[in-house]
């Protein structure tokens, strides 16, 4: 399953973790990618032309963390 975080709720979620913690990449960008899947929250980030979107790869892990999140 796939969905579209349209309205960023889950960048929103983990902005300031990330931009405190994610370590940059060799192009001196953080990596969102690897920083989702480190999170383990049973989700796989999709990288799409105009939006974000993530699949869903766990289904009781991401059940767990909309709950413990809030998203």
């Not at 960008?29 to 480190?38: A, E, L, M, P, S």
């Not at 963390?65 to 809030?70: F, M, Q, T």
């Amino acid at each position: 399953m796939e969905f579209e975080d349209i309205h960023d709720k889950v960048y929103s979620t983990f902005r300031d973790e990330f931009l405190a913690h994610a370590h940059k990449d060799a192009n001196g960008d953080r990596c969102w990618y690897n920083f989702i899947q480190n999170k383990d929250l049973g989700v796989q980030y999709i990288v799409k032309p105009s939006f974000d979107a993530y699949g869903v790869i766990d289904e009781k892990k991401w059940l767990f963390a909309r709950l413990k999140y809030g998203i």
